[in-house]
């Protein structure tokens, strides 16, 4: 009998697991996870960075947990020796029509509590960025680079540690709710504690449900696919460039990100993924497909952004479509200069009225909590979820 099973080894939950030993280090917890090894979806593929908080609505979860997250994610990597570099980014106008949108953003920054700062001019942006095709931006020097997989990697180092356990290949198959416990059934065995928490990302409604947890949202895949910029054109792009992002889409527009451990990555756009771990534009699984287009929520979606989507898509198949997309911000940027990179797959929550969930959400049951909805920026703002969480946690024991 454990006291508290964790579902998922993504960033998520290993900072939950983490949090929850060290809040209460007598504790029985188990986390596990489907596959062979730790953070292999959503924290594994992504671009690594270190976000500072200034896209966000004040107040919401993602304004509090980013900001609480980036210092305590900060603080840890210090204390335990992980590289990471606060290179700082430029967010870039490219016409006058995204002037408005630009000046949400230094107040949001402000409100927010970010350091440092400012609108920049055309000639300030070309000292920063040379190469960069805008009229007017805002430096954030508070954003910086990472690798989060290494993160995790130490995460789980810290969990083994304090006597928790960590298993992987136990894909869960059923949940059973008792009087005062609750039976997760997986691929290798039966496990028993008296709280689970669910932290499984691209597949959290299903164990939700799974739970007996009455959800109004579907987990939606949209897949982000990037380029890497060949080594000769590497001086074009000096840190992160970033467009001004369309308020009414939840993804941020591509973008140009130096990474940690060498290189720059072009991208991602956000299609459709037809698996929820489709990492490839062929890769369907029909039954998933089919959940996903016979939601409301997401007949709505796509009723209202279909041009939006129809763009992406097409940008997916063609690289000269991408490439244009591209040179926006840098138009010293060629078809040729693109090598084929990587892709992630994003778990976006969406509800029955057609609502692209923007904020992190975490529905609770007697036996069981579920974050059901926890996009970027929950790398950065891991710990401070993992905070959130086992509070949650440590109140019931």
């Known amino acids: 009998m454990q006291d508290v099973i964790v579902i998922g080894g993504g960033i998520v939950g290993l900072a939950t697991a983490l949090k929850i030993t060290q809040k209460k280090p007598d504790i029985?917890?188990?986390?596990?996870?489907?596959?062979?090894?730790?953070?292999?979806?959503?924290?594994?593929?992504?671009?690594g960075v270190i976000h500072s908080g200034i896209y966000y609505k004040p107040g919401s979860l993602k304004a509090l947990n980013c900001r609480n997250g980036y210092r305590q994610l900060i603080d840890f990597c210090e204390k335990e020796n992980i590289k990471y570099e606060l290179c700082g980014k430029v967010i870039v106008a490219i016409n006058e029509t995204q002037l408005p949108a630009l000046e949400t953003l230094i107040e949001r920054g402000n409100q927010n509590g970010l350091k440092g700062i400012k609108s920049i001019s055309k000639e300030e942006l070309h000292?920063?960025?040379?190469?960069?095709l805008g009229i007017k931006g805002i430096r954030v020097p508070?954003?910086?680079?990472?690798?989060?997989k290494e993160v995790t990697m130490k995460y789980a180092e810290k969990i083994q540690k304090s006597g928790a356990l960590i298993q992987t290949n136990e894909k869960v198959i059923k949940i059973t709710t008792q009087k005062d416990s609750i039976v997760v059934e997986t691929s290798r065995g039966t496990h028993e504690?008296?709280?689970?928490?669910?932290?499984?990302g691209l597949y959290s409604d299903k164990v939700a449900k799974m739970t007996g947890q009455k959800i109004n949202v579907k987990i939606i895949p949209f897949r982000g696919e990037y380029f890497k910029i060949r080594k000769e054109k590497h001086h074009l792009v000096n840190n992160l460039i970033y467009p001004v992002p369309d308020p009414a889409f939840?993804?941020?527009g591509v973008h140009f990100t130096r990474m940690i451990n060498g290189g720059i990555e072009a991208g991602p756009n956000a299609v459709l993924a037809f698996a929820r771990e489709g990492y490839k534009k062929l890769q369907i699984n029909l039954p998933e497909l089919s959940e996903t287009l016979l939601w409301p929520g997401f007949q709505k979606v796509a009723a209202k952004y279909w041009a939006t989507g129809f763009g992406e898509m097409y940008r997916s198949f063609?690289?000269?479509?991408?490439?244009?997309?591209?040179?926006?911000?840098?138009p010293d940027v060629q078809k040729n200069d693109l090598e084929t990179g990587g892709a992630g797959v994003r778990a976006q929550a969406c509800d029955r009225?057609?609502?692209l969930i923007d904020d992190f959400l975490i529905y609770e049951n007697e036996h069981a909590i579920n974050v059901c909805n926890a996009p970027s920026p929950a790398a950065t703002s891991s710990l401070?979820?993992?905070?959130?969480?086992?509070?949650?946690?440590?109140?019931r024991f």
């Not at 063609?318 to 840098?330: D, G, H, M, R, Y």
């Open 142 to 148: 508070e954003t910086g680079i990472i690798d989060y």
């Open 28 to 47: 029985k917890l188990l986390l596990l996870e489907k596959e062979t090894e730790l953070s292999a979806h959503q924290t594994g593929n992504n671009s």
């Open 127 to 132: 000292e920063i960025e040379p190469h960069v």
């Open 318 to 330: 063609s690289k000269t479509a991408f490439t244009k997309a591209l040179q926006k911000l840098i």
């Open 384 to 395: 401070a979820i993992g905070d959130t969480i086992s509070d949650l946690i440590i109140k």
């Open 250 to 252: 939840p993804f941020l």
């Open 193 to 200: 504690c008296k709280l689970l928490v669910n932290c499984a």
């Open 353 to 355: 009225e057609g609502g």
